[in-house]
């Protein structure tokens, strides 16, 4: 395997179209990688205390509306496409 020193100096060598695809692939892997965590994490029970901590704040009225928050329902139905992968 080679060193990270060395992939850095072949990602240098690259064009320029391919190095935005490289950048394009890692991203993809990244957030899979934080997926399966967040997975992996719930079915544990590991978030467990974050949802219980949510539901709270719900149920006491702590909690607005997240285009009220952000102040543009443009910026959130963006946010749910990207989202949605679409």
């Known amino acids: 395997m080679s060193t990270v020193l060395e992939i850095e100096a ?8 391919e190095k935005w695809q490289l950048i ?22 590991r978030l467990d205390h974050l949802i219980q901590e949510v539901e709270a704040d719900i149920a006491a009225g702590r909690v607005k509306p997240l285009d009220e928050i952000v102040g543009h329902s443009w910026i959130l139905a963006g946010v749910c496409r990207f989202a949605a992968g679409n």
């Open 10 to 17: 072949a990602i240098e060598q690259l064009p320029l179209n």
């Open 24 to 45: 394009h692939r890692l991203h993809d892997a990244l957030w899979q990688d934080w997926d399966q965590q967040i997975e992996t994490d719930a079915a544990a029970g």
